[in-house]
Nanobody
Framework: QVQLVESGGGLVQAGGSLRLSCAAS????????MAWFRQGSGKEREFVAG????????QYADSVKGRFTISRDNAKNTGYLQMNSLKPEDTAVYYC???????????????????WGQGTQVTVSS
């Protein structure tokens, strides 16, 4: 049974930093692409960042480029999202997602991922 568990969310002031973690179980370390999505109140779920199964490739939404960094440790089956220079508009529930693949791809649409975490709230105050 596949399970993704996020942690690290919280309340932070604008300009601050947070590091989200996503612990995966039931998946082999390098057999899946991983991504972070977020969903603000009343908004659709949107792609934030993604990483290939090996960790060699990454992709970011324009709104977070230069501020967020995605990474993974396949030995620990864990992914990370380092968020710096946070802004109030980054406030959302952040979700970790995974998709089985043997290719070096980074899907960016929610329907392309088969596994999801429960989400962690990130609130940035102004």
């Amino acid at each position: 049974q596949v399970q993704l568990v996020e942690s690290g969310g919280g309340l932070v002031q604008a300009g601050g930093s947070l590091r989200l973690s996503c612990a995966a179980s039931g998946l082999t370390g390098s057999s899946y692409a991983m991504a972070w999505f977020r969903q603000g109140s009343g908004k659709e779920r949107e792609f934030v960042a993604g990483i290939t199964r090996s960790g060699s490739g990454t992709q970011y939404a324009d709104s977070v480029k230069g501020r967020f960094t995605i990474s993974r440790d396949n030995a620990k089956n864990t992914g990370y999202l380092q968020m710096n220079s946070l802004k109030p508009e980054d406030t959302a529930v952040y979700y970790c997602a995974a998709r089985h693949t043997l290719l070096s791809i980074i899907p960016t649409r929610p329907y392309e991922y088969g596994y999801w975490g429960q989400g962690t709230q990130v609130t940035v105050s102004s």
